[in-house]
């Protein structure tokens, strides 16, 4: 029998040095492929906590594993963030951070350097109650350039590494919920060709951004239209729809997909010609049901599209990381949802509630606390995050339960909780012994 009040209160003795390691960590910095110094700074709490093995891979990923059993349960959270914007808009220091008895503010504190920092304890938490058995062994990582390209990491890991678990928790903040999938997206570009000529006689040429603007109306009535017969362009809700969707259940619990226009390029030999191209940049978001290849099609057959033969593809994404490797792939980051009645699932659940029950915990902060009553204990997240890679490219079983909040990320002025700190070890420490009864 699982002694969930043992595991509560080792999780909460460790809050102090949780919280020390967290600040740590912020005051390190790192955006994308600048994650060294943070990720050298959690191999050394992996080694001081007694991990059996702590190593950083040819990417720059940190990874630890403790126990010695026979299946790999996975935590993964990317220890990369964003930059901090205009600094006038923060109240105080991004990096130096603050405390007080509730709160640690600074860049990466939701998003999400919690994440790692909840794993490495809930791994030692295990270690101290005896929870390590032959039957499983546990990764931790921290995982570099998600911000820049969720998931590439994973695909590194998975495809160069051989890193292959049993399921993976992503730590990623959940506010205090469980999440069990995301919509995925993709980046297009959309490209016409013109005829350039003398502003002064434009009808001698053909203007490339006229041809794109009804590519552009188009695109809108896309993300707009109903699904009905009254539109020649259906919208992408026709998603939801059973008619058009086998699994019109999980995008409803998902959401439906979108579309919109994030940048315009353009070539002219002067501001006194015609322009000779133009091209635009989409963000596609996913939800179940589509594919990359169905979300060009889409483009594509578009009317405005056929006519001007114009050329749709995804971008590529290839860039050094903080070791010096790329790992080239595709902008196309499926969407992934596992199953409410998976036994991954259902394992994090009993970890859960065993040890809080079957309301989301929320710091003693009113917002935190209405925002989290109003919503169920499982859910979903609208961001990306790297299960996109885990299980939307490798099939590999993905579950989320992390500290901090979905609206501090990105945000000025971020914070996280210390109570999800506690909540998030204390769960990751109980699931493996769970999962493998």
Not at 23 to 50: F, N, P, Q, T, V
Not at 77 to 101: A, C, L, Q, R, S
Not at 116 to 143: E, Q
Not at 267 to 282: E, G, K, Q, Y
Request: glycine share 10%; aromatic share 8%.
């Amino acid at each position: 029998m699982l002694d969930f009040e043992a595991i509560k209160a080792k999780a909460k003795e460790y809050e102090p040095d949780m919280v020390a390691f967290l600040r740590d960590l912020i005051r390190l910095k790192g955006e994308s492929c600048e994650e060294g110094d943070k990720a050298k700074r959690i191999k050394e709490e992996m080694e001081k906590l007694g991990f059996d093995k702590a190593w950083i891979d040819g990417q720059g990923n940190v990874l630890g594993e403790m126990g010695t059993g026979e299946v790999q349960i996975a935590f993964d959270g990317h220890i990369d963030t964003v930059g901090i914007g205009n600094i006038e808009n923060w109240e105080f220091d991004p990096y130096e951070g603050f405390e007080d008895k509730d709160l640690i503010g600074g860049r990466g504190g939701s998003d999400q350097l919690g994440g790692p920092v909840s794993a490495v304890y809930g791994a030692k938490i295990m270690k101290d109650l005896g929870l390590l058995n032959d039957k499983y062994r546990v990764l931790v990582t921290g995982t570099v350039q998600e911000e820049d390209c969720d998931g590439n990491c994973w695909l590194y890991m998975i495809e160069q590494e051989g890193i292959k678990p049993e399921f993976v928790v992503s730590t990623e903040p959940t506010d205090g919920g469980i999440y069990r999938g995301q919509r995925g997206r993709m980046e297009i570009r959309v490209e016409v060709q013109g005829v350039s000529c003398h502003g002064s006689a434009p009808e001698r040429g053909e203007n490339a951004i006229y041809k794109m603007a009804e590519i552009l109306k188009e695109i809108e009535q896309l993300n707009e239209n109903p699904a009905d017969d009254s539109v020649e362009i259906k919208g992408l809700v026709k998603m939801l729809d059973e008619k058009y969707n086998p699994e019109w259940k999980e995008a409803r619990f998902l959401g439906r997909g979108t579309v919109t226009t994030s940048q315009i390029f353009f070539t002219s030999p002067s501001r006194c010609a015609v322009a000779d191209s133009c091209a635009i940049s989409l963000d596609r978001r996913m939800t179940a049901g589509e594919t990359w290849e169905s979300c060009i099609k889409e483009i594509e057959d578009l009317p405005a599209a056929k006519k001007y033969n114009a050329k749709v593809t995804m971008y590529d994404y290839e860039r050094p990381s903080w070791t010096g490797l790329s790992y080239k792939q595709e902008a196309y980051f499926p969407t992934w949802v596992i199953p409410e009645d998976h036994k991954v699932t259902k394992a994090l659940e009993e970890a859960y509630i065993g040890l809080y029950g079957d309301k989301r915990i929320a710091p003693p902060i009113i917002k935190e606390e209405e925002k989290r009553a109003a919503r169920p204990l499982t859910d979903k997240w609208t961001f990306s995050t790297n299960g996109v890679a885990i299980m939307g490219r490798h099939g590999i079983p993905v579950i989320g339960f992390g500290p901090g909040a979905e609206d501090q990320a990105h945000a000025p002025n971020e914070v996280t909780f210390k109570q999800d700190l506690v909540t998030c070890a204390a769960t990751y420490a109980a699931l493996p012994t769970i999962y493998t009864k």
